[in-house]
């Protein structure tokens, strides 16, 4: 599995995600993934399934030092240093690890304190609760603020990006700073499956539209994905997308598909032109 370096830390390219995937049910997927070969996985307190994530872990036999696990604190936990503390505190516990490989802010909150929040997430770097802290869904003028005002040692950012949304500000931000950018949504929610120019690259490669648009993100440099797969056919499918590598004439027709897609697009979304 390719990896990016960052802050110390490897994180694996392609991930495992397990949005939408509450209670137990989320258990036997995740042990399949591990049984696979995935070993990068993506869970968060609003996922409702932490318990079930970790239950699959412990289950696997994996090796911990070969897993790399990412959650979050949702944004009603980001008012106080205390608030952020007590959410990562049951996280862990529901995950029954020791300590968390990434652990992100989900999504910016309108009344946080960034200070606070970021001094709290340096707190549990420092303490070695987690291995390196992140932020999900931040604009450029938030991700100033806090790399460069507040100095926060971000590892990695997480946002929507796939084939369909231009991400090249953003991209470009984080290279220069060193940060590893995560795709969420890398399949548009579904619609990368059925993109015919998405098709007709993938039959030069006897692969699916799905699998091409994996490729396209994985190709590129410090970006990782984690699309989510419930059936071990399209989790073993996903992983095999790592072993695709577009040409010029790939990515050409690629950047030819509308970029201003964004469908993850939650009320209290942050102003994504801000900068």
Known sequence: MKTIETHGIAIPKLGFGTYR????DCRPIVESALALGYRHIDTAAMYENEYAVGAAIAASGVPRNELFVTTKAWRDDLATRDSILSAFDASLSKLKLNHVDLYMIHWPSSDMNMGTVMSTLADLLGAGHTRSIGVCNFNIRMMRSAVEEIRAPIASLQIEYHPFLDQSPMLAYARAKGIAVTAHAPLAQG????????RRIGRKYDASAAQVAIAWLLNQESVAAIPKAKSVE????NLDALQIVLDEDDR???SNLPKDQRYVQPPFAPDWTAT
């Open 21 to 24: 995937m509450p209670g137990d």
């Open 191 to 198: 619609r990368a499956a059925n993109d015919e120019t998405l």
């Open 234 to 237: 399209n989790q073993r499918k």
């Open 252 to 254: 050409h027709a690629i």
